[in-house]
């Protein structure tokens, strides 16, 4: 089974959070999960939620501030295993095209 998880863990703070966010994106490294940092949260894959919600703690517990939003949404799809990537190439599928449009300027 594969779990997936979309991940969001920011200090709540003035100024940039990309400090705070690079150690939280680096906790996940000490877990068996795969990630892909995005311009607004982090997707993670693990085989099991246990894995999953470990990572998502250790990442939020890398975080030192006064204060530390974090948002976890979990795709626990137990009947089929299925990779973020996957998902991705299945709506791309449906679209004729590659999920993804740079905007113009």
Known sequence: MTVIGFLSV???IEGSMAEAVAKAVAAL???????ETTPMGTIIEAD????????????????DAD???????????RTVEQSANE???????????????????
């Open 87 to 105: 998902k991705v190439e299945a709506v791309e599928e449906q679209l004729g095209r590659e999920a993804k449009r740079e905007r113009s300027e």
């Open 67 to 77: 204060r530390v939003s974090t948002f976890l949404k979990v795709d626990d799809k």
């Open 48 to 63: 099991d939620s246990a894995e999953l919600f470990a990572a998502a703690g250790a990442a939020h517990d890398a975080v």
């Open 29 to 35: 490294d000490e877990f068996d999960v795969g990630y």
């Open 10 to 12: 920011a200090p709540v």
